[in-house]
């Protein structure tokens, strides 16, 4: 008599989808982005030009070739500087605005960071013997968590041009309060990012300090931030990429920065010029990349 | 007892230095200091910043430039601005719940759903396109472990062709996002009205973001899985598709999020090259009008649905997360 071999075990159960959850996201996002393209009118046809646009768009883009290496317009005086030259500066005083804006951006990141970060509040409470005291510092320090809070939140809410539009409307964009807007939104983003990194780099440094009798702000200095430092440093680098481009940007306002550059060449109609000047910008984004990329993967 | 000084000079000596790190912050730090001491905006009697167009490396002080930075003339500026500030309530609006009913009727909802729609339709474009790209960009697919067993040594030809492929796939992100995205619009309004030139510049610059960030995360994948499907004949794009995709989509989708958080930051702004999002109403309208109530009203709605966009982006990264 010949037997079948019963099966011993069962077979797990198999979940129908690979992908379960995170399935319904995917769907959800390529619904959204259709919705998205319906609402705004996008269909392929509409990126055809139309005919009387065609020539315009010709020369914009055909000049995307052949960067001017000379000024386009003749007759110009003979002693301006040669337009390499002028595209060096702009490039340089790109540099110049996205560094004063880090400095600024660095500092108050820090201080803000600090204030919006939880780490640092010990679990016993310092140079608090009495209870009323200690609530009070309890408060104190919800309370000062609370405004760095709502004050970064406030600072990241509005893009750089944005705040530069503010500041022209109110005083007119002067260069100090260009680099101050470039400032802001930047601040903003750091000091979140730093809060979360200390809030999530190892306490081990910071608890031994306390241990030894270390006041809050010194497990803070010399526990927590050197835990984070990596971390910190390699995206304070990415920030000062985003700055730069930002310090582009704010020249389409009339501060003397590329963008200014490109807007003035576009609007004499002088193509070359203007793809010189964007590619002078690419160039100087890529190395900060390239060199940014380099000191990542050192400090990891 | 040994002194605890040298004990400090021995552990600082023994400490790793590495030149390059030491060399970008000496340089970094010689700029801020240089940029601040050597230019022209003032700054209690310091000067920051060129200023001039005529000077062509504008390090010098332009000083009429700096003084006027706190001149009477931008002190009656401000005043101008402030007094504008008050929300000018009509008749027919009533009150300020009226004035903020009809600014949001006619200008306000389609301006923050334009904004968000931009947002949308670009990041998914850039995700598209970025997802067929990043498995191209990844090295750790990009040679012969694990992907082909013993038997068939690839050559060294075979070698030059997957470095070059994947240093040309990565090259080819860094361009897409070195150039920001109000550059690239500006260059694409061109192509006519409407939204796709706003758009375009947002999926540009967001693919090559999302392109490497996807690269990186194939990366740091680990490739047991892939093993196993290689020794049951997967080919290299099963892998990629059935395995590599289902393991690393969780991380993929926490930056997609959180690019998606920056798209709307931008499309707010792209707005001032014509696309019918907050910016436009902020810039080319409001101010030109010297409407500073409705202004400042669209910049808290910009700030609001940056915020928002914030908070969904937390909560589905956080779903995702434990999903």
Redesign the interface.
């Known amino acids: 008599m010949i037997t079948t071999p019963t099966p011993t075990h069962r077979a797990l159960p198999l979940r129908p989808f690979p992908i379960g959850a995170r399935a319904v996201v995917l769907v959800a996002v390529a619904v959204a982005g259709l919705l998205a393209a319906w609402y705004l009118g996008l269909h392929p046809a509409k990126l055809v030009p139309a005919p009387d646009a065609r020539g315009l768009v010709a020369d914009v883009f055909g000049s995307a070739v052949s960067p001017a290496v000379a000024y386009e317009s003749e007759g110009l005086p003979s002693d301006i500087d040669p337009l390499l030259v002028r595209v060096g500066g702009a490039a340089l005083r790109t540099l110049v605005y996205a560094a004063a804006g880090m400095s600024l951006v660095v500092l108050f990141g820090l201080v803000l960071g600090f204030f919006a970060s939880t780490a640092w509040w010990a679990d016993e409470e310092v140079g608090a013997s009495d209870p009323a005291s200690q609530s009070a510092w309890l408060v104190l320090r919800y309370c000062v968590y609370g405004v760095a809070r709502i004050v970064i939140a406030v600072m990241r809410s509005t893009h750089e041009l944005l705040w530069a539009v503010l500041f022209m409307a109110a005083m007119g964009l002067t260069p100090l309060a260009a680099v101050i807007a470039l400032a802001i939104p930047h601040t903003g983003i750091l000091a979140k990012i730093f809060a979360e990194m200390v809030d999530e780099a190892p306490r081990d440094s910071a608890n031994h300090l306390r241990v030894l009798g270390a006041s809050p702000l010194q497990q803070y200095l010399f526990g927590l931030l050197p835990r984070a430092r990596n971390d910190l440093i390699a995206y304070t680098f990415y920030r000062f990429e985003c700055l730069v481009r930002g310090s582009a940007v704010i020249g389409f306002f009339g501060i003397e920065t590329i963008g200014k550059y490109i807007r003035d060449a576009f609007d004499n109609r002088h193509f070359h010029e203007m793809w010189t000047y964007i590619y002078a910008l690419l160039i100087v984004v890529v190395v900060l990349d390239l060199w940014s990329g380099v000191v990542r993967r050192r400090l990891s | 007892m040994s002194d605890p000084w040298a004990d400090i000079r021995r552990l600082r000596r023994a400490a790793p230095r590495?030149r390059?790190?030491r060399a970008?912050f000496l340089a970094?730090g010689l700029?801020?200091l240089?940029?601040?001491l050597f230019?022209?905006?003032?700054?209690i009697g310091i000067h920051?910043?060129?200023?001039?167009?005529d000077?062509?490396?504008?390090?010098q002080v332009p000083s009429e430039?700096v003084r006027?930075?706190f001149s009477p003339?931008?002190?009656e500026?401000?005043e101008r601005?402030?007094g504008r500030l008050a929300p000018r309530v009509t008749e027919q609006d009533g009150t300020v719940v009226g004035w903020f009913a009809r600014l949001m009727r006619d200008k306000g909802l389609s301006a923050m759903?334009?904004t968000?729609?931009?947002a949308?339709?670009a990041?998914?474009?850039a995700?598209?396109c970025a997802l067929p790209l990043l498995w191209l960009g990844a090295r750790n697919l990009a040679r012969a472990e694990p992907m082909i067993t013993a038997g068939k040594r690839p050559g060294p030809a075979r070698h030059l062709l997957w470095r070059s492929q994947v240093s040309g796939v990565r090259g080819l992100f860094?361009?897409l996002?070195?150039?920001?995205e109000?550059?690239l619009a500006?260059?694409l309004v061109?192509?006519?009205p409407?939204?796709?030139p706003a758009?375009l510049a947002l999926a540009i610059h967001n693919l090559g973001i999302l392109g490497r960030l996807g690269s990186e995360v194939v990366e740091d994948a680990d490739l047991s899985p892939a093993r196993q499907a290689r020794a049951a004949g997967a080919t290299r794009a099963q892998i990629a598709g059935?395995v590599l995709f289902?393991q690393t989509?969780?991380r993929m989708?926490l930056y997609?999020f959180y690019r998606w958080e920056s798209c709307v930051?931008?499309s707010?702004?792209l707005g001032?090259l014509g696309v019918a999002t907050l910016?436009y109403f902020?810039?080319n309208d409001a101010?030109a009008r010297l409407r500073?109530d409705e202004?400042i009203l669209y910049?808290l709605l910009?700030?609001?649905l940056?915020?928002a966009g914030d908070l969904v982006s937390a909560l589905?990264r956080r779903?995702?997360r434990n999903?």
């Open positions: 590495d390059v790190l970008s970094f700029a801020v240089g940029v601040w230019s022209g905006v003032s700054v920051l910043g060129p200023v001039t167009g000077t062509s490396w504008g390090l430039q006027d930075t003339r931008r002190w500026n401000l601005f402030v759903l334009t968000l729609a931009v949308v339709a990041i998914v474009l995700g598209a860094v361009f996002r070195a150039l920001p109000y550059v500006f260059v061109v192509l006519g409407g939204a796709w758009v059935l289902p989509l969780s989708l997609f930051r931008e707010v702004v001032m910016g902020i810039q101010r500073y202004m910049l910009g700030a609001v940056v915020l589905v779903w995702v999903a």
